[in-house]
């Protein structure tokens, strides 16, 4: 290396470890939420591209830290990502995110075939066996199958289930709500799905149940239901189809109807989704806030219960973390060594995010025309 470049690295080094000294965290300290540097192109890597260059970096093998999840919540409550700018390349994303709609129906099937459709081996060690990709609930939980249980339980007791009512599931996965709500609540079920993997898992699962699983886009369902439940799909949805979205639940649901949306919220308004997450995890999301959610549901819908639990989302990320890295030895013939880096990042990223209250997991039940008489939503 020559001494021009050495100077560089070690003045970009020096501006990058006061940034971060500033959330407490070291180079190459011995804390476990230490990072240590192994090439010393880092520094201008992160400086120049933001998120992007420290997701990529890491997948790179050119840093590690023992608690990735700790080393973002203290990156994030010192909001160390506000004071490092975003670079060209995103805010061009950005900007093109305003004018496009990334999310429309012939895109939003790239979501499925990107990350949905990794592969059914992943999921099934990584999750419960209700196969639950969504925040659990752990009020009253020890582990993981506990939690989501309680969460499918709760979704059930929130939209007050009947036995023969009809209930549509948007974004049912690998139909864990479906198989759930028609065995102990006695329902029939609809459930929709842009993952060919998902829709094949789910239909072995529910086979023998009232239980319908359809590959399709929500924008063409135009059906009746009593209720109507969508849970972690919203973030796929994109703010240019808030409308629509909400027209094609109303259009739906029956006037005596309830309506129980499960979502990651963020605190403010986004001017779009984190680049690497959006490159690597989920092509084409959008974190809705709370005032985009009240604007496009406002004259279609009566808010009656806003609950938020997203601290439970850190517990559930830990314990995917953890049942992803014990059974990487029984599935890294099927995935590459970067693909471990990058998975793992990613839960822990995230854990991180919930645990700084960075990001929040909202259940929202709505009625067309308000629940009469003395209202008590389930908990």
């Not at 990072?35 to 120049?48: A, E, G, S, T």
């Not at 842009?194 to 924008?219: H, N, T, W």
């Not at 839960?347 to 709505?366: M, P, T």
């Amino acid at each position: 290396m020559n001494i021009y470049v050495e100077h560089k690295n070690d003045g970009l080094r020096e501006i990058l470890e006061k940034l971060l000294d500033e959330a407490g965290i070291q180079v190459n300290g011995d804390k476990p939420y230490d990072i240590q540097v192994h090439n010393d192109d880092f520094y201008n890597r992160i400086l120049q591209q933001g998120s992007l260059g420290l997701g990529e970096s890491y997948m790179d093998g050119w840093w590690d830290c023992d608690r990735l999840d700790i080393l973002f919540y203290k990156i994030l409550r010192a909001k160390l990502d506000k004071k490092i700018p975003y670079n060209l390349k995103d805010i061009i994303r950005i900007a093109i995110s305003r004018i496009q709609n990334l999310q429309t129906q012939k895109r939003a099937w790239q979501v499925g075939e990107e990350h949905y459709d990794l592969g059914n081996d992943l999921f099934n060690h990584m999750l419960d066996p209700y196969m639950q990709y969504s925040c659990a609930y752990w009020k009253n939980a020890d582990n993981l199958f506990q939690a989501q249980q309680q969460k499918l339980d709760l979704i059930c007791r929130k939209l007050d289930l009947q036995p023969g009512m009809r209930l549509l599931d948007i974004g049912c996965g690998w139909g864990g709500l479906a198989e759930y709500a028609a065995k102990n609540y006695q329902v029939s079920v609809v459930g929709i799905t842009i993952s060919k993997e998902q829709q094949k898992l789910a239909v072995e699962r529910c086979k023998g149940l009232d239980v319908e699983i359809l590959l399709m886009d929500y924008r063409n369902l135009n059906e009746r239901f009593d209720r109507i439940a969508s849970i972690g799909m919203f973030e796929h949805v994109g703010l240019k189809n808030y409308d629509t979205y909400f027209q094609v639940v109303q259009r739906n649901l029956n006037a005596d109807g309830l309506f129980l949306l499960h979502t990651i919220g963020s605190n403010t308004i986004r001017k779009g989704a984190d680049p690497w997450i959006t490159k690597y995890i989920f092509p084409n999301g959008y974190i809705p806030s709370i005032e985009k959610i009240a604007h496009f549901s406002s004259g279609k819908f009566i808010m009656e219960d806003w609950h938020n639990f997203g601290t439970d989302y850190d517990l559930t990320l830990r314990a995917w973390s953890e049942r992803f890295l014990q059974a990487w030895p029984e599935i890294e013939a099927n995935y590459s060594a970067r693909f471990k880096r990058m998975f793992n990042y990613y839960l822990n990223a995230c854990a991180g995010a919930f645990r700084a209250r960075e990001l929040q997991l909202w259940q929202i039940v709505f009625s067309p025309n308000g629940l009469e008489g003395e209202v008590r939503i389930a908990r």
